[in-house]
């Protein structure tokens, strides 16, 4: 429980962190320029080149690059801002990859259309979810991880590694079931402020990040109240 409040009151601080505001608005904003034209543009402007459309690592190397380049240029970088930067490759690798062909190498009009594909509101609330949902987990793995090794072995909470990987899976479906709730809220959130109101600037998207960690802290709140 103190993990979790402390993790939560972590996540809260977030949206003022501008390592963290650079990553989430690269996971709002990338799937819409993906389906628009100029998107070679837009990649040029963030340093990562139309080139590192050859393959999803390349991709994915290309935005560790774009923000830490971000982080340079602001003089500013935090624990938030990495385990956001983290959370958003991780995110990307696992829901573009499950678009994109097995058996042959993607192109890089198959890779732009998988990340475009997220630009809808149903999809774009999959993907927010996956993300707020991998980001706490890797917030409370991160304060734990301090402290559970001092309860691992003999005579102790978790007796062997397994345990403690039983125990792993088990925090990482508690973020993901917590996580619903966002889902529920992103795809309208979408919908509206990007394809009715044409609202891509950072000033929305951090009233986005703000109410869904709020919504995220309520639920993670009920649930521990009726553990």
């Given at each position: 429980e103190a993990a979790a409040r402390a993790s939560e009151h972590d996540l809260k601080r977030s949206t003022s962190d501008p390592g963290f505001q650079f990553v989430t608005g690269l996971l709002v904003?990338?799937?819409?320029?993906?389906?628009?034209?100029?998107f070679e543009n837009v990649l040029t402007d963030l340093g990562?080149?139309?080139?590192?459309?050859?393959?999803?690592?390349?991709?994915?190397?290309?935005?560790?690059?774009?923000?830490?380049?971000?982080?340079?240029?602001?003089?500013?970088?935090?624990?938030?801002?990495?385990?956001?930067?983290?959370?958003?490759?991780?995110?990307?690798?696992?829901?573009?990859?499950?678009?994109?062909?097995?058996?042959?190498?993607?192109?890089?009009q198959e890779l732009r259309k998988a990340l475009a594909g997220f630009a809808s509101g149903q999809e774009f609330a999959r993907l927010s979810r996956a993300f707020f949902a991998n980001l706490t987990y890797r917030s409370l793995d991160y304060i734990l991880s301090r402290e559970l090794a001092n309860h691992t072995g003999t005579d102790r909470r978790y007796t062997s590694d397994a345990d403690r990987l039983a125990f792993d899976r088990a925090l990482n479906q508690h973020?993901?079931?917590?996580?619903?709730?966002?889902?529920?809220y992103a795809g309208g959130w979408y919908g509206k402020a990007v394809w009715q109101k044409n609202r891509l600037n950072q000033q929305e998207i951090d009233r986005f990040t703000r109410y869904s960690f709020k919504k995220m802290r309520d639920e993670l709140g009920r649930r521990r109240a009726t553990a």
């Open positions: 904003r990338l799937p819409f320029h993906a389906r628009a034209p100029g990562i080149g139309s080139e590192r459309l050859s393959s999803l690592p390349a991709f994915l190397a290309g935005l560790n690059f774009a923000i830490e380049r971000n982080a340079f240029e602001v003089g500013y970088s935090s624990d938030l801002g990495e385990l956001a930067k983290a959370t958003l490759t991780e995110t990307f690798a696992e829901k573009i990859g499950e678009r994109l062909p097995t058996l042959f190498e993607p192109t890089p973020a993901v079931e917590a996580s619903r709730i966002v889902e529920e």
